[in-house]
């Protein structure tokens, strides 16, 4: 059984930091494409940062220049440095990612439990 698990959330005022972090474990053979996701209450699940296996990164125009992503392949794990927070950024985040798991010949997408982040003053 494969398990992504959060860590980093909580509360922060604006302008201020918080890094997120996520790490896979189970009976994976490969690691794909990674990334980050949000939902606000009332609001769609939304793309925020992903990376690919080769490094590549995107964000979401609301993140650039703000926002990080890595990965530690040898740790399956995937980060999320957040800078400059706003109160926009108020969220629920989720990893997700694409993953070759034994027993199961193709790969499939695979998210965590969700941990909050709060950007109030």
């Known amino acids: 059984q494969v398990q992504l698990v959060e860590s980093g959330g909580g509360l922060v005022q604006p302008g201020g930091s918080l890094r997120l972090s996520c790490a896979a474990s189970?009976?994976?053979?490969?690691?794909?494409?990674m990334g980050w996701y949000r939902q606000a209450p009332g609001k769609q699940r939304e793309l925020v940062a992903a990376?690919?296996?080769?490094?590549?990164?995107s964000y979401a125009d609301s993140v650039k220049d703000r926002f990080t992503i890595s990965r530690d392949n040898a740790k399956i794990t995937v980060y999320l440095q957040m800078n400059s927070l706003k109160p926009e950024d108020t969220a629920v985040y989720y990893c997700?990612?694409?993953?070759?798991?034994?027993?199961?010949?193709?790969?499939?997408?695979?998210w965590g439990q969700g941990t909050q982040v709060t950007v109030s003053s």
């Open positions: 997700n990612a694409d993953l070759l798991v034994g027993g199961i010949e193709i790969p499939n997408d695979y």
């Open positions: 990376i690919t296996s080769g490094g590549s990164t």
């Open positions: 189970g009976s994976i053979l490969s690691i794909y494409d």
